[in-house]
């Protein structure tokens, strides 16, 4: 999901009970989001399975029951059940993603209690799931088309019946959209039709209105509701829930909820951080309803999960990107306060006597280190799985329950609210030298943890037994950090590339990266469930319906947020921008790394991108192939005075090719990565734009590794003239903060709330230039790229393994596998794989255990 916590993983028992008040110090998010949940609090122990990355619940009708649908990225999806009486989940059923079982989103409960039904997703089913007391078990499967999602079970003219929103059209390369609603009879467990919605805009939620005449299916990439006649089985209307003078009012709707006394449905629209009231009379928009924080200000709210008093007066909106429930007046149409949460908040449900709301979280309150890690060095674990330690798969969600607060009491917690979320913007004045800033290059590397490069610095807070590539193949790094800034505390936003390549150019990732990726990371077999489409796709991969209101003519993908990206924010404002194979497709037919990044003609980056400068691909070699393009453009710019205003250059190399036979080995590939970067700094230092440019320096996830400190603690650099020699900035920050700095150094608003409140990097920025210039360092493995760059033999570690891996795209390797790969071609094929430190672990036996595990994983 997205935001993690940087504190110490909380450790928890296999089932566990979270008084809010007994957290001795709430954790806060890499962007400093405190998150501190009202009420209490229900999760399970990293160290067992299931309720990983929970997007849906149901609440059983008697409010006792609460079944999760778990998607997260581990091994084992799951439908989860929770005893709220008893405060404990007592049973779950796992969906092994090996086998091609999964769960995704959709929750709903017979009128007994005693039938669930969860969705499939990319399995292609619904599960019928038995309660019998406090165990859940798997009773059936009904077939319902492609990739079911949302669920709504209800009494209509017909009888009982399950609606089903299919996500999709078919499972393959390009995610078809879906278009379709299936009809279940639950008594037969048949499939009684399959409704057309028309237009194929991928429905996710479907909700039957209070009388079970209609039911209403939000179209997730059509600002629009499809209306459904229950007894007439078909599709009758289409509600546009934007007007045209305003396409950005409903963006992305995803849940759908009933009032059970009014004749109302009410969307939540994730992208747009609003909710429609939908007049089920007249099957038209009542009113939208602004649910921020701050009103009119940037979005990133990400209101996604709905719920409704019995009494039909209060709609409770679940913020996930604001951790808390805003609390709507239904008659006043109006935001009356918020109630705050753990973290991600996805689904919400207020129990029958009106007096408590139940809250999914995707996350607890707690991340940390990750445990027993595939490469941190102590030997004291065993018996963990090795989903616990991975970043993308390793935090669980919670249940919390929280009694509805009275007037006095919701002020209060509105006032915690707006404090947690550091409403007020903690910028640190801009340097006065800084105004003389004309230019940032913005560079983009991939998945490294601060400890496995910049670990063994003296300044830093670092773990040098940690540290893998040292200056023998890392010269650079070392000198850069030393020379113009060691950012100690410097937090990526997200877990893996594919949120991560949204997060380091959106300074957010929406509802629908959010929901999706866990489901392409996840070790499913060959081929997945879900296509990657977080970066740049095809037109094909497009929706007419996605356009930026500010510019109509751009078509975006789904992934994409309402106002875009940062080359969006760029156009917009009038600033020249150009990318060197951010958000490009690797063109890999061609025979040579020239002429490979190509871009969607239907984007801003179009005519704005080096076609010659290759996208991601690890048969072309950073300093080789990359950097002298980007030095031929550079040269050119400097003799014509016309270097855009930002660049946004990516560098991937660092990610390696793992220990693949006749590949070159890990510590090449970084030396590789680090000569570009280190002739890059040469050649911006040695030229015209010295005085006026910024180089800002990151990683866009952290998951090939782990860190002492936190899982998400990533590199950072800031290069400047104007950066102070030697210092040391421990200060928080996160990916979003160096957007934030790049934009106002551009004279560019925040695109989202995050980039709006995050610190900027102003520490370490003198006030006078220093215009001595940088002299790369060659480092002492020969870079992948260059001849004798050292290779991976057929006898290298885990060879065989990493021969049927897929390098071709990034992060479509069994990534904890890879590290170990890694670590062992790097410190020795008999280097044990490490463990954390952590003085709570849970489960630990012997070292001898857990290296059968890692290694047990890896093949």
């Not at 309720?51 to 778990?70: K, T, Y």
Request: with cysteine; glycine share 8%.
């Amino acid at each position: 999901m997205r935001r993690r916590s940087t504190m110490a993983a909380l450790a928890l028992a296999a089932l566990v009970l979270l008084p809010a008040a007994a957290l001795a110090a709430a954790p806060v998010t890499p962007a400093g989001w405190r998150v501190d949940p009202a009420g209490t609090e229900i999760s399970v122990s990293q160290a067992v399975a299931g309720f990983q990355g929970p997007m849906g619940a149901a609440l059983s009708p008697d409010g006792r029951w609460l079944i999760g649908a778990s998607s997260g990225a581990a091994r084992y999806e799951s439908a989860d059940l929770f005893d709220l009486a008893a405060h404990q989940r007592t049973s779950y059923v796992g969906y092994d993603a090996r086998l091609g079982q999964a769960a995704f989103y959709g929750a709903a409960w017979s009128q007994d209690g005693k039938t669930a039904y969860v969705s499939g997703g990319g399995q292609n089913v619904v599960h019928v799931l038995s309660r019998s007391g406090r165990e859940l078990s798997e009773t059936g499967t009904i077939a319902a088309s492609t990739f079911p999602a949302g669920l709504a079970l209800g009494r209509t003219p017909r009888g009982e019946r399950l609606f089903v929103a299919n996500n999709l059209s078919a499972l393959g390369a390009a995610n078809p959209p879906g278009h379709q609603v299936t009809v279940i009879d639950p008594a037969t467990q048949q499939v009684e039709t399959t409704i057309d919605l028309g237009a194929a805009l991928e429905p996710l939620g479907v909700a039957l209105d209070r009388t079970g005449a209609q039911a209403y299916v939000t179209n997730w990439m059509g600002r629009s509701v499809s209306v459904i006649d229950t007894a007439a089985e078909a599709k009758i209307a289409d509600i546009e829930l934007s007007p045209a003078t305003n396409p950005d009012k409903a963006d992305h709707p995803s849940a759908v909820v009933a009032n059970p006394v009014r004749d109302e449905v009410y969307t939540a629209n994730a992208n747009s951080d609003t909710v429609s009231v939908i007049d089920t009379t007249t099957d038209s928009v009542a009113a939208t309803v602004d649910v921020t924080l701050v009103p009119s200000g940037p979005k990133g709210s990400n209101p996604i999960g709905l719920g409704v008093s019995p009494d039909g007066h209060a709609l409770y909106v679940a913020l996930a990107g604001e951790n808390a429930i805003a609390v709507v007046d239904v008659d006043a149409r109006e935001v009356i306060g918020f109630i705050p949460t753990a973290w991600y908040p996805t689904a919400v449900s207020v129990t029958p006597d009106g007096r408590r709301l139940v809250v999914t979280n995707a996350n607890a309150s707690g991340a940390g280190p990750n445990p027993c890690g595939g490469l941190t060095p102590l030997t004291t674990c065993g018996g963990v799985d090795p989903d616990t330690q991975y970043s993308g798969s390793m935090i669980k969600g919670s249940v919390q329950i929280v009694h509805i607060p009275r007037a006095a009491r919701l002020r209060s917690m509105t006032r915690q609210v707006l404090r947690n979320n550091q409403i007020r913007a903690r910028r640190r004045h801009m340097p006065r030298a800084a105004r003389a800033i004309r230019h940032v290059i913005y560079v983009i590397r991939e998945n490294r943890t601060y400890d496995q490069v910049l670990g063994d610095l003296p300044k830093g807070d670092g773990d040098p037994s940690l540290t893998l590539f040292k200056d023998d193949s890392a010269p650079n790094a070392h000198a850069l950090a030393e020379r113009f800034a060691i950012f100690d505390n410097f937090y990526a936003d997200a877990e893996v590339s594919a949120d991560g390549h949204n997060w380091i150019t959106q300074a957010n990732a929406t509802d629908y990266v959010d929901k999706t990726w866990p489901i392409n990371y996840s070790p499913r077999p060959r081929g997945g469930q879900r296509a990657y489409d977080f970066e740049d796709v095809p037109f094909a991969q497009q929706f007419a319906t996605e356009f930026l209101p500010q510019d109509p003519a751009v078509i975006r993908a789904a992934a994409a947020q309402t106002v875009g990206y940062l080359w969006d924010n760029a156009w917009a404002q009038g600033k020249t921008y150009r990318s060197y194979g951010e958000y490009t497709r690797f063109l890999g037919f061609l025979p040579t790394c020239q002429k490979t990044g190509h871009t969607s003609d239907t984007t801003h980056l179009h005519g704005h991108t080096d076609e010659s400068y290759p996208g991601y691909s690890l048969r072309c070699s950073d300093h080789v192939d990359r950097f002298p393009e980007w030095e031929r453009e550079f040269r050119q710019f400097e003799a014509d005075g016309q270097l855009p205003a930002l660049s946004i250059v990516r560098l991937p190399n660092d990610h390696t090719d793992g220990t693949r036979p006749g590949s070159a080995t890990p510590e090449a590939y970084v030396a590789d990565n680090d000569l570009a970067l280190g002739k890059m700094v040469e050649t911006l230092s040695r030229s015209r734009y010295w005085r006026d440019t910024v180089m800002l320096v990151t990683e866009d996830d952290a998951q090939n590794g782990p860190d002492h400190v936190d899982a998400h603690r990533t590199i950072a650099l800031m290069i400047s003239a104007y950066n102070r020699r030697g210092g040391v900035d421990s200060t928080h920050y996160d990916t979003a903060s160096m957007i934030a700095t790049a934009e106002d150094l551009l004279g560019l608003p925040p695109m989202t709330i995050v980039d709006q409140r995050v610190q900027r990097m102003w520490r370490l920025f003198g006030h006078h230039p220093d215009l001595r210039p940088y002299r790369a360092r060659q480092p002492e493995v020969t870079p992948f790229g260059d001849p004798g760059a050292p290779t991976n033999p057929d006898s290298a570690p885990m060879a065989h393994q990493s021969a049927s891996w897929d390098l071709t795209r990034e992060d479509a390797t069994p990534e904890i596998a890879l590290n170990q790969a890694i670590w062992k071609s790097v410190r020795g094929r008999q280097s044990r794989m490490p463990h954390p430190r952590h003085e709570h672990i849970i489960g630990i036996r012997s070292t001898d255990e857990a290296d059968e595990l890692h290694e047990r994983a890896a093949r």
